[in-house]
């Protein structure tokens, strides 16, 4: 597989700073003290580096990624920010998490489940592999963007590579979890900006509306400004730029209305207890 050496565009940069947020709150809060995060990395981007803001905060992390060459690309980026003594890498092809039993204190995803052939294996082995608590995310397609990004695809033929839209329910996955014995603690929202889902910039989505006008809304596309590499990621050290960032375009997530969160959100999680 070719390996990501780069996260590119505001989507993803905010992705990153909103899931660090969520998951540097949650360890405080749990007292958690190690995780394993598997079965694969479902962001774009640089793989393999999810769990790095917990391992900044003191956490023992075990990440499964199915590639080499991406384990390598991440171990440089974890050595780079100082807490590679805190990770561990698994080589994972075929996407089972085959580690001993209730060995982590919680066992995690992003964006993994939809794209199982049986979501219910992978819940299972999760919860075999947790001492305590299971989370959960999925793509929110109650997005106020996300089926509009679905109907593109269908009409410029571009085959649906984000997972199967059936899993990408957090009542479904809830439900699994609550028949396996678990309580659900909370069904977090990251990733809310106010933008919406699309996956791709504004002008190519209306140029595939529009073929009409494609050339002159294609010009409207804004060159990408966020394009983080080894050499300059952002995202694990107080930053002026990044912090701007939150505040402009974060107004949603921080706000306090359930409705306009999950209208606007991403990405929904679960986490349950043991």
Known sequence: MEVTKHDVGLGTTYERLSLNNYLS????????????????????GIAGINSLVLGKNGVKTTT??????????????????GC??????????????????????LVWNFACLPH???????????IHASKKYVLVFVSNRIN??????????????????????????????????????????EKPFVDVPWWPDLDLPIGDILSSFMPFFKKQLQQTNHAQHYKWGLENLPYFAPNEEMDGIMK???????????????????????????
């Not at 590679?84 to 982590?104: D, M, R, S, Y």
Request: net charge negative; charged share 20%; glycine share 10%.
């Open 25 to 44: 709150n949650l360890t405080k809060t749990l007292g958690i003290n190690s995780v394993l995060e598997g079965p694969f990395d479902g962001m774009k």
């Open 64 to 81: 499964m990624l199915p590639d080499h060459g991406a384990i390598e690309l991440a171990k440089l980026v974890w050595e780079k920010e």
């Open 84 to 105: 590679l003594e805190q990770a561990t890498f698994i080589c994972n092809p075929n996407n089972h998490l085959t580690v001993e039993k209730a060995g982590f204190d």
């Open 116 to 126: 199982m052939t049986d979501y219910k294996t992978t819940l299972n082995e999760m």
């Open 144 to 185: 106020y963007g996300f089926w509009i990004h679905y109907l593109l695809h269908r009409i410029t033929g571009e085959v649906w590579n984000h997972g199967n839209i059936h899993l990408m329910n957090v009542g479904l996955i809830e439900r699994h979890l609550q028949a396996q014995g678990l309580r659900i603690i």
């Open 248 to 274: 402009r375009h974060g107004f949603v997530e921080q706000g306090n209305i359930p409705l306009i969160k999950y209208m606007f959100a991403h990405h929904q999680g679960i986490l349950a207890e043991k």
